[in-house]
Nanobody, 115 residues
Framework: QVQLVESGGGLVQPGGSLRLSCAAS????????MAWYRQVSGKQRELITS???????YYAPSVKGRFAISRDNAKNTMYLQMNSLKPEDTAVYYC?????????WGRGTHVTVSS
């Protein structure tokens, strides 16, 4: 059993930055590649970035060059540094592993980019 808790969201102006955190309790991340997802109301949840246990990363084109993912395996914590935020980044952000079945989803953290 893995419980995931996302935090760090909030309201930020366009061009601003936020740092999200994902903490895993229970069995922790294990050997899995972990990912950040986001979901806009009425749309499907999408994977935007992932990081393997060996720190190999993937970024969706929409966030590449602006977002940076990292993980601390000892602390079972993952981070998402988001820079140059745009209004279209507004969404609920979730963390989970990148394979099926996913761990139980956390509540996510809301990010609103607006002036």
């Amino acid at each position: 059993q893995v419980q995931l808790v996302e935090s760090g969201g909030g309201l930020v102006q366009p061009g601003g930055s936020l740092r999200l955190s994902c903490a895993a309790s229970g069995n922790g991340f294990g050997p899995y590649t972990m990912a950040w997802y986001r979901q806009v109301s009425g749309k499907q949840r999408e994977l935007i970035t992932s990081i393997s246990i060996k720190n190999h990363t993937y970024y969706a084109p929409s966030v590449k060059g602006r977002f940076a993912i990292s993980r601390d395996n000892a602390k079972n914590t993952m981070y998402l540094q988001m820079n140059s935020l745009k209004p279209e980044d507004t969404a609920v952000y979730y963390c989970n592993r990148d394979i099926s079945p996913p761990f139980s989803w956390g509540r996510g953290t809301h990010v609103t980019v607006s002036s």
